[in-house]
């Protein structure tokens, strides 16, 4: 009998020890609140991002080149796609959209818009770090905030590299504008529609 109660003893200070520490770590930031921490700056950065585009698209229309203003429109519509996933992500973890402050942007010459667009280093940085965030999702079984993390990871890496085409063919981009195709399920951006690589019909076109 004495032994029996030893054990229930042990038993429920085990059950006791282990809400305790799930418990610390939930307070301390576990590993669901680093990927809602995540989710976050990433929904903030896209609404940011979506300003910082539009504003580069007025200046490339204002300099007259229409295609570049096109493309900086399309990406805009891209950071709009991703930041309602991303909205809709931290909802289902139990989170709360932050507030996102408008953030006038610095708009330089549509040459320089596209050149700061296409930073390398920093789009191996994002992309290096988007690969960590969507592994992380994926061990704690948040299949959504991998998924959306995953999408702004592709959609990133692409606007980067036509950013860094239009700079390399500026005089190219005063034509048009031709538009740009944008996947409405994972907010790819394409100059053709077959580019886009969209799993269904739920595309549009900027112009």
Not at 2 to 23: D, E, H, K, P
Not at 54 to 77: C, I, N, P, T
Not at 82 to 87: I, K, P, R, S
Not at 130 to 157: D, P, S, W
């Amino acid at each position: 009998m004495t032994n029996l109660r030893t054990w229930m003893w042990i038993a429920l200070f085990a059950v006791v020890a282990g809400c305790m520490q799930s418990a610390i770590l939930a307070a301390d930031g576990g590993p669901a609140l680093v990927t809602l921490d995540r989710l976050q700056a990433a929904y903030r950065a896209e609404n940011i991002a979506q300003e910082r585009y539009l504003a580069f698209a007025a200046k490339a229309d204002e300099e007259g080149y229409k295609q570049a203003a096109s493309l900086f429109r399309a990406v805009a519509r891209a950071e709009q796609i991703l930041y309602t996933y991303h909205f809709d992500a931290i909802k289902e973890l139990g989170g709360v959209p932050a507030e996102v402050e408008s953030q006038p942007p610095t708009v330089g010459s549509t040459k320089e818009n596209l050149e700061k667009s296409s930073n390398k280093a920093e789009a191996e940085q994002f992309d290096s770090d988007y690969t960590t965030y969507v592994k992380a999702a994926r061990a704690e079984g948040n299949r959504t905030a991998a998924k959306v993390l995953e999408y702004a990871r592709i959609v990133e890496a692409q606007n980067v590299r036509l950013f860094a085409v239009a700079a390399k063919s500026l005089d190219q981009m005063r034509g048009g504008p031709k538009g740009y195709y944008i996947c409405g399920v994972s907010g790819v951006v394409s100059p053709t529609l077959d580019a886009a690589n969209c799993s269904g019909p739920d595309w549009e076109r900027v112009r």
